[in-house]
């Protein structure tokens, strides 16, 4: 049985920030062993040269903070989609061996794709010490519940592009970063709490939780250099009030670039999904237009969208360059919504790393529950940058601008006609 390791020292620490004596942002204490503070964490799809194979893989530092929970664990995610024998197989293991062991597990879900993966979710459900529930952030903010974190044990934490999702540990690149910083860890419980309360419809609306009122930002040291961290949320509707919204958090960041923004995400544009702000597309403008080099690597998931016109309109712009990734087929055969980049993360003169799981479309800042980790540590900063890099030289990745004209490629549930289709 895993068991949770706290010194005489962090124990003290935490018993002065439970009774209001000590500001949870001004220690770092470590979840249970001595981990770094922050680790850089990525899902390179098989079969492909994409990424960092220097980084630690997703599935064994979900094992690991799993394994190591003593009291709680508490994830936030968009859905959840098992594929026995895959790779999130033994995740669900260990999440239900922790349970068996006394952890009280607690799995909210958007309510919606529930519906459209019910079974893993309700099996869960079923087990001692685990409880699940369904939010819906329609009713709530006009969006969905997109947000894809984990906590253990209130110290721990783990924010990622990685949905719960075997597709999201062998076929789709991600990247995420898991935080031993317990203010990051009390502050994101702050946010699921809010959410897990707003999934009891039995109960009148209740205001977000705001009990660590962190002051950010939380300093931290790497490698023998020091650094600091925000946590920030979408939407703000629904957020506590200490905890920043992450869409000015990002646009700072835009705003105080001074040599070079790199971006990595899935969509872009902006509007969609009844939400319409401009904001980062012109803060990513007036940053080529005082000479930054933008460079924006986006999924081929965006062509065919409305976005693509706003893509084209912003690869017009001196001193940006825009790039479709398209991660190759698999050998073993078709897999719906896989194959697909993924990672939401923006690199800032390779000392910022903003990381969430935010696309950069408003409606994820503006109606959605999103979060982000914005950092500032040049290592962790180029650690990410080396992963956009890999991919801006990949053979995969297609220039792209306003005359481009792109095939749309299928990432639907229905295989392109003829197409070998994986498990059939």
């Not at 999904?273 to 990513?284: V, W």
């Not at 403008?285 to 998931?301: F, P």
């Not at 073993?332 to 697909?340: A, D, H, L, N």
């Amino acid at each position: 049985m895993a068991t949770l390791r706290i010194t005489r020292r962090s124990l003290a620490l935490r018993c002065l920030i439970a009774f209001g004596l000590l500001a949870p942002s001004s220690v770092v204490v470590a979840a249970s062993r001595s981990a770094p503070p922050l680790i850089l964490v990525e899902t390179r799809p098989l079969e492909t040269s994409l990424g960092d194979p220097s980084l630690p893989a997703t599935a064994p530092q979900w094992l690991d903070m799993i394994q190591a929970a003593h009291a709680s664990l508490d994830l936030e995610e968009f859905y959840l989609s098992e594929r026995p024998g895959e790779a999130l197989s033994p995740v669900l293991k260990a999440i239900g061996a922790a349970a068996a062991r006394g952890v009280k597990v607690r799995l909210l879900l958007d309510s919606r794709m529930h519906r459209t993966y019910p079974q893993p979710a309700d099996s869960l459900a079923k087990l001692s010490n685990v409880s699940v529930r369904l939010v819906d952030y329609q009713r709530l903010a006009g969006g969905i519940q997109h947000s894809k974190f984990m906590i253990a044990d209130r110290a721990e934490a783990f924010i990622g592009s990685q949905n719960l999702d075997w597709r999201s540990l062998s076929h789709i690149h991600e990247l995420g970063l898991r935080s031993s910083l317990l203010p990051v860890a009390t502050a994101l419980e702050d946010v699921f709490e809010t959410d897990w309360n707003f999934a009891d419809t039995t109960r009148a609306a209740t205001p977000p939780v705001d009990r660590a009122h962190v002051s950010w930002p939380v300093r931290f040291e790497l490698s023998g250099t020091s650094g600091e961290v925000w946590l920030g949320a979408s939407p703000r509707k629904t957020t506590p009030a200490s905890i920043p919204w992450d869409r000015d958090l990002l646009v700072q960041r835009l705003n105080e670039a001074r040599r070079e923004i790199v971006v990595q995400t899935l969509d872009y544009g902006v509007s969609g999904f009844g939400s319409s702000d401009s904001t980062l597309h012109q803060a990513l403008i007036g940053a080529a237009r005082r000479g930054v080099k933008v460079r924006l690597l986006i999924s081929d998931w965006e062509l065919g969208s409305p976005g693509e016109a706003d893509l084209k309109a912003l690869a017009a712009i001196p001193n940006v360059e825009v790039r479709i990734s398209r991660v190759p087929d698999w050998s073993g055969g078709y897999i719906p919504f896989g194959r697909v980049e993924h990672c939401k993360y923006a690199v800032a003169d390779s000392s910022w790393l903003w990381l969430g799981t935010s696309n950069w479309e408003p409606s994820y800042f503006l109606t959605t529950r999103n979060v982000g980790l914005t950092v500032h540590h040049a290592e962790l900063a180029r650690a990410a940058r080396r992963v956009f890099e890999q991919d801006w030289k990949s053979p995969t990745a297609v220039a792209y601008g306003p005359q481009t004209q792109l095939t749309p490629r299928n990432h639907g549930a229905k295989a392109p006609e003829g197409a070998k289709v994986y498990g059939e």
